[in-house]
């Protein structure tokens, strides 16, 4: 029997295999019921691969906490320390860039879990903000995102294969962890 609480650790090298194969099971489960299969094909294409993972990995603005139950991966996140929109307005801003959980493991806690070790992980970073952008027909990931304390802010256009969409930009001030 699997155990309830995943536990949350670093994302090293060696995880690019697993990010990747965990990259696009978990966007194609998120999009492919609202996407064409040409669009969601050409955008994993592009940016789920282990060429890319390895890189991302490689870089020190970029970030992965990867959530495990009985060491199997059932999610994760990235940040990046980068570019900041204007819209995001509070200090020392860190993006969360992707956050995927799988499916099966949806309204289990790991999602929580995942998210409250980003706000540990950004606050020892340094950051006193988060932010991140999220599909405006994504209806279910911007209800756990405002559960979370995260607010609208602006919105970005969003490049899916050939068609356009709308992210919109939440933005979550960090408060230091009651003592």
């Given at each position: 029997?699997?155990?309830?609480?995943?536990?949350?650790?670093?994302?090293?090298?060696?995880?690019?295999?697993?990010?990747?194969?965990?990259?696009?099971?978990?966007?194609?489960?998120?999009?492919?019921?609202?996407?064409?299969?040409?669009?969601?094909?050409?955008?994993?294409?592009?940016?789920?691969?282990?060429?890319?993972?390895?890189?991302?990995?490689?870089?020190p603005r970029v970030f992965f906490?990867?959530?495990?139950?009985?060491?199997?991966?059932?999610?994760?996140?990235?940040?990046?320390?980068?570019?900041?929109?204007?819209?995001v307005s509070g200090v020392a801003?860190?993006?969360?860039?992707?956050?995927?959980?799988?499916?099966?493991?949806?309204?289990?806690?790991?999602?929580?879990?995942?998210?409250?070790?980003?706000?540990?992980?950004?606050?020892?970073?340094?950051?006193?903000?988060?932010?991140?952008?999220?599909?405006?027909?994504?209806?279910?990931?911007?209800?756990?995102?405002?559960?979370?304390?995260?607010?609208?802010?602006?919105?970005?256009?969003?490049?899916?294969?050939?068609?356009?969409?709308?992210?919109?930009?939440?933005?979550?001030?960090?408060q230091e962890p009651a003592r």
């Open positions: 029997m699997m155990k309830s609480t995943p536990s949350i650790r670093a994302a090293t090298a060696a995880d690019a295999e697993t990010l990747t194969e965990l990259a696009r099971r978990t966007f194609h489960d998120a999009f492919a019921p609202m996407n064409s299969a040409e669009n969601i094909e050409a955008y994993m294409s592009q940016n789920f691969t282990l060429q890319k993972f390895s890189a991302h990995l490689a870089d906490l990867i959530a495990e139950i009985d060491a199997t991966p059932v999610g994760f996140a990235k940040f990046c320390d980068g570019d900041v929109p204007d819209c801003p860190i993006e969360i860039e992707r956050f995927y959980v799988d499916r099966e493991f949806h309204g289990k806690d790991v999602a929580q879990t995942l998210m409250q070790a980003c706000f540990k992980h950004a606050r020892q970073a340094g950051h006193e903000t988060i932010f991140l952008g999220v599909w405006d027909k994504n209806d279910r990931a911007i209800a756990f995102y405002r559960k979370c304390g995260f607010d609208v802010v602006g919105s970005h256009a969003f490049q899916m294969g050939d068609e356009t969409q709308n992210d919109l930009l939440m933005e979550k001030r960090l």
